[in-house]
């Protein structure tokens, strides 16, 4: 128990949820190494699912709450944690969709998230030095925004409701509500009514 908790007495995965950067040479380090295979383990269960209802089951057992029966997931679908990922009700997710949670994903109700999306809530630092450590930021996906397929979303984003991410774009900054976002980096295209 005390290899998981820092100087500060705090759990590594209540520091990551916190924003905190965690070394790669952490004494807690390998609890999440646990948790990454704990997580391989029940994807591989995930993908070979022959049914959205396996899925929706294997997906709740990876996150540690039942996802809604309005929710629909296709496989394959990748994450490296899965404790942090909140999914809402009525929530559509594409195949081959890849989220590393680490950070914390949250998905609100009634979001499209088309094929091969990628959330990550993870980033390094830039600077050779430091760049072995891990910098959380949580991305939130407010309720009925629309992810084209492709598409890529980096830590610390959060996407206004009702907005929409063009297939392929790179987002790097917020969406406001009631947008069309495109490009590398994304920028706003247009503003809806």
Same mark, same amino acid.
């Given at each position: 128990?005390?290899?998981e908790l820092s100087k500060n007495n705090k759990?590594?995965?209540?520091?990551?949820?916190?924003?905190?950067?965690?070394?790669?040479?952490?004494?807690?380090?390998?609890?999440?190494?646990?948790?990454?295979?704990?997580?391989?383990?029940?994807?591989?269960?995930?993908?070979?699912?022959?049914?959205?209802?396996?899925?929706?089951?294997?997906?709740?057992?990876i996150i540690g709450v039942k996802i809604d029966?309005?929710?629909? $997931?296709?496989?394959?679908?990748?994450?490296?944690? #899965?404790?942090? @990922?909140?999914? %809402?009700?009525? *929530?559509?997710? /594409?195949?081959?969709?890849?989220?590393?949670?680490?950070?914390?994903?949250?998905?609100?109700?009634?979001?499209l998230i088309g094929p091969r999306v990628n959330?990550?809530?993870?980033?390094?630092?830039?600077?050779?030095?430091?760049?072995?450590?891990?910098?959380?930021?949580?991305?939130? $996906?407010?309720?009925?925004?629309?992810?084209?397929? #492709?598409?890529? @979303?980096?830590? %610390?984003?959060? *996407?206004?409701? /009702?907005?929409?991410?063009?297939?392929?774009?790179?987002?790097?900054?917020?969406?406001?509500?009631?947008?069309?976002?495109?490009?590398?980096?994304?920028?706003?295209?247009?503003?809806?009514?």
């Amino acid at each position: 128990m005390a290899s998981e908790l820092s100087k500060n007495n705090k759990d590594i995965f209540d520091r990551l949820k916190s924003g905190e950067p965690i070394l790669m040479n952490d004494p807690a380090y390998d609890k999440i190494h646990e948790a990454v295979n704990r997580t391989i383990q029940l994807s591989a269960q995930l993908n070979t699912s022959t049914n959205t209802d396996q899925i929706r089951e294997c997906l709740s057992e990876i996150i540690g709450v039942k996802i809604d029966n309005s929710t629909t $997931i296709f496989a394959p679908f990748y994450t490296n944690f #899965g404790r942090f @990922i909140q999914l %809402g009700n009525n *929530v559509f997710i /594409n195949h081959a969709c890849s989220f590393l949670d680490l950070g914390g994903i949250t998905i609100e109700d009634d979001v499209l998230i088309g094929p091969r999306v990628n959330i990550t809530s993870e980033n390094h630092p830039v600077e050779v030095a430091r760049r072995k450590t891990l910098v959380p930021d949580a991305v939130l $996906i407010k309720r009925n925004a629309w992810i084209g397929a #492709g598409a890529t @979303i980096l830590p %610390g984003v959060t *996407v206004g409701e /009702n907005a929409v991410v063009a297939a392929g774009a790179v987002v790097s900054k917020d969406v406001p509500a009631n947008t069309v976002v495109g490009g590398v980096p994304a920028k706003i295209i247009k503003t809806m009514a």
